[in-house]
């Protein structure tokens, strides 16, 4: 390299990595390069931030922090430099020895931890690390907080007093846990809810606060010294189970690396680089975790919004994210500001409502995308004709060639869905709602995963209560609290006094039942232990040891077909489990996978039908065309947060939330009146709307109101308003009203007919039902669906 000058060679090597990483934009590829020290990114909706991720984790592997170090490598020789300069300018491919001698202090892949907040963030993440950087990406620990905090208590549980078998409960066994917990301290759940409670702990545990600490500030009020003596039994309880609920994945990681100094400097030494994706998400457990890790590196880069902080109600605090400069001195801002999502008049009326928020860094998102379509503000009458309303746009957008998964309806709260069910099962339109029962929350499931859990450790009392007559053993409730009883006694685990059962005088009568039902656990348990056993072969054992699913043939249920169906997809999933993970593959491991699942986890993208969720539920994600049904001051915001400028706040963030999912077209609905919990409201128009400007929007009515003439006789009855009203709307809205009369076109079987979007098709069936009909009819390209006559706008052919 004796002709060339250091300057040179570190131009080269700029100019190399800039072409490496030329599919992104200046502001992405300043945070690609911006490798040593603290980082916030703060990346608009749409705005690439998943791609940035990855290709700086890329970067950091391949090349370390050379895009700004001084330093050259000694190997690198003029052969690599020519090498380069081939790839500068005719595009030869750089060959791996040059990209090595081009590296200043590349990072082993183990050595970074990538944290997100769902598994399929976490997912998508891994995915695309291994398709840029092959084997290697396996390597990268990139996950969710609970899934990392629960690999790091797996490994070090103990000096807390866990095994590495412990169990993570979910809602529904927490709940269970602290109804027994009420039921001990005589506290009456109408007076003090187990909601409440449980809620009270959670924001406690979010804010690193123990139970004696609590009990302590709770000082004379009365309900919270109720909470803290339930806290207390709650968490000894878990304890006594070897168990952890979600919250106690982090607080008691915290706990570990506060308590421990070895394992911190453990895990500082072990991971030279952090990332945190939706850091505007994090609570003051997490915002710990965090800044524990970072500590000794302090190579902490986080990627968030604060424009789209909207889980409060979880604990999470803004201020983690406002505050980061403050946190972290010397951190360095990069605002991606880019959208590669949205048309410019949604993006426009986005910024336009965020503005009015003060607790905000400031950003604007711009766009090359088209200007696109106006921002459509339909007023309805009522929420049946909200639906309606809906209902007829899906069906004229499919009819002109979209797919009925292009659309999404987002809401803010899950009761707004039961109405727009109904309109679409009569309109024929397909649909899945993202957070109604889970696969994992079914009775059955949910009695599988508890025999495994026991199977994993013995110790969990709540898991073993719920399966002890899972199917009928004939093993009463009075059995199963005398058990418990003589448990606490003598400070053992209730299995191991059931296994005995015939030394303890209270359960003599029913020692033979409980001795059986333990000799079958035991024999599972020891199966479980066998290297040779498959997870698979143990769930089958666990169905023929138990004879589960003779049990739902045998009560002639009408769902038990269904319920054994769902029981063989469980085996599915375990199986897929052990193909995913090979080796590692193991009970715990599966378990704790089901335990972290959240809806979200469930959205299938290949699946066409419209998705209905909750605008919370929506985030991360995004749909061609969505609509906004319910846009009312008292829905959204809420009632409770219009007098609350803070909740304002995070209601307004909510809204932002919800039109950036929107990529080429938005359609917001309100309803004059609206039936909603049993009583009839008029409410205003959301102020977020009013918030638009005005050519960003085109508005439109179901019917307009128009003053009477002069002399006209006004109705005074209920009755005569329904029909004044009702051929009002006919007169001036569409034709397609809820309380439209049935069609006079009669249908009988045979009849050919025509429908605007699933086009031609044959009538199967005629079914009368009140005062529709329900028609059953093979379409030719659209398959077999079944429509109600009133609403399905059919022509004869």
């Given at each position: 390299?004796?002709?060339?000058?250091?300057?040179?060679?570190?131009?080269?090597?700029?100019?190399?990595?800039?072409?490496?990483?030329?599919?992104?934009?200046?502001?992405?590829?300043?945070a690609v390069f911006s490798v040593n020290g603290p980082l916030l990114i703060l990346a608009g909706a749409g705005s690439g931030k998943t791609t940035v991720l990855v290709n700086r984790i890329a970067n950091i592997i391949r090349y370390g922090n050379a895009y700004k170090s001084e330093n050259i490598s000694n190997d690198l020789s003029e052969e690599d430099l020519s090498a380069a300069?081939?790839?500068?300018?005719?595009?030869?491919?750089?060959?791996?020895?040059?990209?090595?001698?081009?590296?200043?202090?590349?990072?082993?892949?183990?050595?970074?931890?990538?944290?997100?907040?769902?598994?399929?963030?976490?997912?998508?993440?891994?995915?695309?690390?291994?398709?840029?950087?092959?084997?290697?990406?396996?390597?990268?620990?990139?996950?969710?907080?609970?899934?990392?905090?629960?690999?790091?208590?797996?490994?070090?549980?103990d000096k807390l007093g866990y095994s590495n078998h412990f169990t993570i409960y979910d809602t529904d066994d927490s709940r269970r846990m602290m109804k027994e917990c009420q039921k001990s301290l005589g506290i009456d759940d109408k007076i003090l809810s187990f909601k409440s409670i449980l809620s009270a702990i959670s924001r406690a545990k979010d804010s690193m606060i123990q139970p004696k600490e609590y009990l302590q500030q709770a000082g004379s009020d009365n309900r919270l010294g109720l909470i803290?003596?339930?806290?207390?039994l709650y968490q000894a309880k878990l304890k006594e189970a070897d168990a952890m609920d979600f919250d106690d994945l982090i607080c008691n990681t915290v706990c570990l690396l506060q308590q421990h100094p070895d394992v911190l400097e453990?895990?500082?030494?072990?991971?030279?680089?952090?990332?945190?994706?939706?850091?505007?998400?994090?609570?003051?457990?997490?915002?710990?975790?965090?800044?524990?890790?970072?500590?000794?590196?302090?190579?902490?880069?986080?990627?968030?919004?604060?424009?789209?902080?909207?889980?409060?109600?979880?604990?999470?605090?803004?201020?983690?994210?406002?505050?980061?400069?403050?946190?972290?001195?010397?951190?360095?801002?990069?605002?991606?500001?880019?959208?590669?999502?949205s048309t410019k008049n949604i993006l426009n009326a986005a910024n336009a409502v965020i503005e009015n928020?003060?607790?905000?860094?400031?950003?604007t998102l711009w766009t090359d995308n088209p200007a696109g379509e106006k921002i459509g503000v339909h007023t309805a009458f009522s929420e049946q004709d909200e639906a309606d309303y809906i209902a007829k746009k899906i069906l004229e957008s499919v009819a002109v060639g979209r797919k009925f998964a292009d659309h999404a309806i987002l809401y803010r709260m899950n009761s707004q869905s039961n109405i727009l069910e109904k309109i679409f099962i009569k309109s024929g339109i397909p649909y899945r709602i993202i957070g109604g029962l889970r696969f994992y929350e079914r009775k059955e499931i949910r009695d599988m995963i508890a025999y495994l859990s026991v199977i994993n450790n013995p110790n969990d009392e709540i898991r073993l209560r719920r399966i002890i007559n899972q199917p009928k053993r004939s093993i009463g409730d009075k059995t199963i609290a005398q058990a418990t009883e003589i448990?606490?006694?003598?400070?053992?685990?209730?299995?191991?006094?059931?296994?005995?059962?015939?030394?303890?005088?209270?359960?003599?009568?029913?020692?033979?039942?409980?001795?059986?039902?333990?000799?079958?656990?035991?024999?599972?348990?020891?199966?479980?232990?066998d290297e040779n056993t498959s997870l698979n072969e143990l769930y089958h054992l666990i169905l023929d040891k138990t004879d589960y699913i003779g049990s739902l043939k045998a009560s002639e249920n009408d769902d038990a077909q269904d319920r054994i169906d769902n029981i063989n997809e469980l085996a599915s999933n375990l199986i897929k489990y052990e193909e995913d993970n090979g080796e590692e593959a193991s009970l715990s491991g599966f378990l704790e996978e089901v335990s972290l699942l959240t809806d979200i986890d469930n959205f299938d993208a290949n699946s066409d039908s419209v998705v209905m969720m909750t605008i919370h539920s929506a985030k991360g994600l995004e749909f061609p065309v969505v609509?906004?049904?319910?846009?009312?001051?008292?829905?959204?915001?809420?009632?409770?947060?219009?007098?609350?400028p803070a909740e304002i706040e995070e209601e307004r963030r909510l809204a932002y939330v919800a039109i950036t999912r929107a990529k080429e077209e938005l359609f917001i609905v309100n309803a004059e009146s609206r039936m909603i919990f049993g009583s009839t409201s008029r409410n205003k128009p959301s102020r977020f709307i009013e918030e638009i400007p005005e050519e960003l929007v085109a508005?439109?009515?179901?019917?307009?109101?128009?003053?009477?003439?002069?002399?006209?006789?006004?109705?005074?009855?209920?009755?005569?308003?329904?029909?004044?009203?009702?051929?009002?709307?006919?007169?001036?809205?569409?034709?397609?009203?809820?309380?439209?009369?049935?069609?006079?076109?009669?249908?009988?079987?045979?009849?050919?007919?025509?429908?605007?979007?699933?086009?031609?098709?044959?009538?199967?069936?005629?079914?009368?039902?009140?005062?529709?009909?329900?028609?059953?009819?093979?379409?030719e390209k659209a398959g077999t669906k079944k429509l109600m006559a009133n609403f399905a706008r059919l022509q004869k052919i």
């Amino acid at each position: 390299m004796n002709n060339t000058t250091t300057d040179q060679i570190i131009g080269i090597r700029k100019n190399v990595l800039k072409k490496e990483f030329s599919r992104m934009n200046d502001r992405q590829q300043e945070a690609v390069f911006s490798v040593n020290g603290p980082l916030l990114i703060l990346a608009g909706a749409g705005s690439g931030k998943t791609t940035v991720l990855v290709n700086r984790i890329a970067n950091i592997i391949r090349y370390g922090n050379a895009y700004k170090s001084e330093n050259i490598s000694n190997d690198l020789s003029e052969e690599d430099l020519s090498a380069a300069n081939r790839y500068l300018s005719a595009g030869e491919p750089l060959p791996f020895q040059v990209k090595c001698h081009f590296a200043a202090e590349p990072c082993r892949p183990w050595q970074i931890l990538a944290i997100t907040f769902t598994n399929k963030a976490a997912g998508e993440l891994k995915n695309r690390l291994n398709s840029m950087l092959g084997e290697e990406g396996d390597d990268i620990w990139a996950s969710t907080f609970h899934s990392t905090c629960a690999r790091m208590l797996r490994r070090d549980g103990d000096k807390l007093g866990y095994s590495n078998h412990f169990t993570i409960y979910d809602t529904d066994d927490s709940r269970r846990m602290m109804k027994e917990c009420q039921k001990s301290l005589g506290i009456d759940d109408k007076i003090l809810s187990f909601k409440s409670i449980l809620s009270a702990i959670s924001r406690a545990k979010d804010s690193m606060i123990q139970p004696k600490e609590y009990l302590q500030q709770a000082g004379s009020d009365n309900r919270l010294g109720l909470i803290a003596q339930a806290y207390k039994l709650y968490q000894a309880k878990l304890k006594e189970a070897d168990a952890m609920d979600f919250d106690d994945l982090i607080c008691n990681t915290v706990c570990l690396l506060q308590q421990h100094p070895d394992v911190l400097e453990y895990y500082q030494n072990k991971f030279r680089y952090i990332m945190v994706d939706e850091y505007q998400d994090t609570n003051h457990a997490q915002y710990l975790l965090v800044k524990l890790l970072a500590q000794k590196s302090t190579n902490l880069c986080v990627v968030g919004d604060d424009d789209q902080s909207i889980y409060k109600f979880r604990g999470a605090t803004i201020e983690n994210i406002l505050n980061f400069e403050r946190t972290f001195p010397n951190a360095k801002v990069i605002r991606l500001e880019q959208n590669y999502r949205s048309t410019k008049n949604i993006l426009n009326a986005a910024n336009a409502v965020i503005e009015n928020n003060t607790e905000r860094k400031g950003k604007t998102l711009w766009t090359d995308n088209p200007a696109g379509e106006k921002i459509g503000v339909h007023t309805a009458f009522s929420e049946q004709d909200e639906a309606d309303y809906i209902a007829k746009k899906i069906l004229e957008s499919v009819a002109v060639g979209r797919k009925f998964a292009d659309h999404a309806i987002l809401y803010r709260m899950n009761s707004q869905s039961n109405i727009l069910e109904k309109i679409f099962i009569k309109s024929g339109i397909p649909y899945r709602i993202i957070g109604g029962l889970r696969f994992y929350e079914r009775k059955e499931i949910r009695d599988m995963i508890a025999y495994l859990s026991v199977i994993n450790n013995p110790n969990d009392e709540i898991r073993l209560r719920r399966i002890i007559n899972q199917p009928k053993r004939s093993i009463g409730d009075k059995t199963i609290a005398q058990a418990t009883e003589i448990a606490a006694t003598l400070g053992e685990s209730v299995f191991d006094i059931i296994k005995n059962a015939d030394q303890y005088e209270p359960l003599k009568r029913t020692a033979p039942k409980l001795l059986q039902f333990a000799a079958t656990m035991q024999e599972l348990i020891d199966a479980a232990n066998d290297e040779n056993t498959s997870l698979n072969e143990l769930y089958h054992l666990i169905l023929d040891k138990t004879d589960y699913i003779g049990s739902l043939k045998a009560s002639e249920n009408d769902d038990a077909q269904d319920r054994i169906d769902n029981i063989n997809e469980l085996a599915s999933n375990l199986i897929k489990y052990e193909e995913d993970n090979g080796e590692e593959a193991s009970l715990s491991g599966f378990l704790e996978e089901v335990s972290l699942l959240t809806d979200i986890d469930n959205f299938d993208a290949n699946s066409d039908s419209v998705v209905m969720m909750t605008i919370h539920s929506a985030k991360g994600l995004e749909f061609p065309v969505v609509f906004l049904p319910g846009f009312e001051d008292g829905i959204f915001p809420g009632i409770q947060a219009i007098y609350n400028p803070a909740e304002i706040e995070e209601e307004r963030r909510l809204a932002y939330v919800a039109i950036t999912r929107a990529k080429e077209e938005l359609f917001i609905v309100n309803a004059e009146s609206r039936m909603i919990f049993g009583s009839t409201s008029r409410n205003k128009p959301s102020r977020f709307i009013e918030e638009i400007p005005e050519e960003l929007v085109a508005r439109s009515r179901t019917r307009e109101w128009k003053k009477p003439a002069p002399g006209m006789a006004l109705p005074t009855s209920a009755f005569e308003a329904r029909v004044v009203t009702t051929e009002s709307a006919r007169s001036f809205g569409p034709s397609n009203l809820i309380h439209s009369e049935p069609p006079k076109v009669q249908f009988q079987v045979g009849d050919g007919v025509m429908h605007k979007t699933f086009g031609t098709g044959l009538i199967l069936s005629v079914s009368p039902m009140g005062n529709d009909t329900l028609l059953e009819i093979a379409f030719e390209k659209a398959g077999t669906k079944k429509l109600m006559a009133n609403f399905a706008r059919l022509q004869k052919i």
